[in-house]
């Protein structure tokens, strides 16, 4: 059998797998280790199995993971995600639609900080839901506002998942974080325009604004988000400035983080405790995902298929554009049955050294796929981010939950037409910074 079919088969195997609920990682282990054996034998199989993990676990670049998730786990335990939610209403008072509006913003905020897309929609969900169905907001907007906008936690800065793309594109953390931040800005006012262009068409989805505040009011508002900003300088502001490399940025967010909690008395040690288990928890995880990836991503190459495929569209003689419509087509089915990671850690080793031979830049690539991955997470029969809502919020119907973010999926694919058109969207800020 010619090696690229078996490359071929395996990727079936994995989404055959994956549909059967076995876990991604083991998926992709367990057909990587297989393919493997067939294509070079047992000893050289257990050679990468044993090798790889140690590989992984030395790498400097992949130690920002486990810091970044711990400051958003001590942020999350410091409220900062209901001052966020204050600031954002402050900002949006005065508008029909104003506390979903305010969700958004504070989504998009907490999301700089924690840097995960569920862990985003879970918070925020136990915060902005109550609230908007307390003041009269029709479920399917309180829903889809939040879930929709809990997914702007993978694409601002810091996010977990550019990190995974960088590690396994062996691309630049640094400016990773600086292409997303421009889209991840975009995608956020394009979520408040859905919300404005909803209620305008259907007023009674929201109540009708109360009052608007004053400047004073609102100044004394978007001031309850002190610490966030404070903590975004530090970090982020710290790696565009040339200050900190990434993981340094995120140990002084850390630090940060622990420091201005105890300093205004909202966490203790217990909450440091609870965060560092969690951290532990999630890093184990990611880790044992990304580890069985990279065995994958090493039969992949033995059987030169990302190699044969970018032999293989250069011959079918298409334009790049068709060719990325084509990707991005796979990319929104596939979102349809995988999660976010489990998407990335497929496809990228297959299709980023097509995308590279095609003259696409493999950081605006990166932002891109991110972005695709970001509408799998509210996109039905999976949707990891309705079921994280649908737990915290067991009243609403998962049905409510697919019709309110249905409309939110336009914003997605405008940012999506954006970047095509313009990728100077995503790469001109690390251009500026990087050179």
């Not at 829903?143 to 800065?157: C, E, H, K, M, Y």
């Not at 440091?272 to 069985?292: K, Q």
């Not at 939950?401 to 914003?411: C, E, H, I």
Request: overall charge positive; charged content about 10%.
């Amino acid at each position: 059998m010619a090696t690229e079919l078996i490359g071929l088969l395996s990727i079936l195997a994995i989404i055959a797998l994956v549909l059967l609920r076995i876990p991604v990682a083991v998926a992709m282990g367990l057909v990587g280790t297989i393919g493997y054996v067939i294509i070079d034998g047992w000893s050289a199989a257990l050679n990468r199995l044993g090798n790889t993990p140690f590989e992984l676990a030395e790498g400097y670049s992949f130690s920002v993971v486990p810091l970044f998730l711990l400051m958003g786990a001590v942020a999350s335990r410091s409220g900062m995600s209901r001052d966020l939610f204050r600031a954002a209403n402050g900002l949006f008072s005065g508008r029909r639609g104003t506390v979903a509006m305010a969700a958004v913003g504070a989504c998009a905020g907490f999301g700089a900080i924690c840097g995960s897309s569920l862990a985003t929609a879970a918070t925020m969900s136990r915060i902005a839901i109550p609230e908007m169905r307390k003041l009269g907001y029709d479920e399917r907007l309180a829903a889809g506002a939040v879930a929709s906008g809990g997914t702007l936690g993978i694409l601002i800065p810091p996010s977990v998942i550019l990190i995974v793309y960088a590690v396994i594109a062996q691309e630049s953390v640094a400016q990773l974080f600086a292409a997303g931040l421009i889209p991840g800005l975009v995608l956020t006012a394009l979520h408040v325009v859905v919300i404005w262009a909803l209620v305008t068409r259907r007023p009674a989805l929201a109540p009708a604004a109360d009052r608007t505040l004053s400047w004073r009011e609102r100044l004394r508002d978007v001031m309850a988000m002190w610490q966030m900003l404070v903590l975004f300088v530090i970090s982020v502001g710290g790696i565009y400035a040339g200050v900190f490399s990434p993981t340094e940025a995120a140990a002084v967010g850390c630090l940060g983080a622990i420091v201005l909690g105890f300093a205004t008395r909202r966490i203790g040690f217990a909450s440091v405790w609870a965060s560092l288990g969690e951290t532990v928890r999630t890093t184990a995880v990611l880790f044992f995902i990304v580890i069985m990836a990279f065995i994958y991503a090493y039969f992949l190459v033995l059987t030169r298929l990302p190699q044969n495929l970018v032999e293989f569209v250069t011959a079918l003689g298409w334009s790049p554009l068709a060719v990325m419509l084509l990707v991005i087509a796979f990319y929104l089915v596939l979102g349809c049955f995988l999660d976010s990671i489990g998407m990335i850690l497929i496809t990228v080793p297959v299709f980023l050294p097509m995308v590279i031979g095609l003259g696409y830049d493999p950081v605006w690539f990166g932002i891109l796929v991110v972005l695709v991955v970001e509408i799998g997470l509210i996109t039905p029969p999976v949707g990891m981010n309705l079921f994280v809502i649908r737990a915290q919020q067991s009243d609403i119907s998962i049905a409510t939950l697919y019709r309110g973010v249905l409309p939110f999926l336009s914003a997605g694919a405008l940012l999506i037409a954006l970047l095509l058109a313009f990728p100077n969207l995503a790469l001109w800020l690390p251009r500026v910074l990087y050179g």
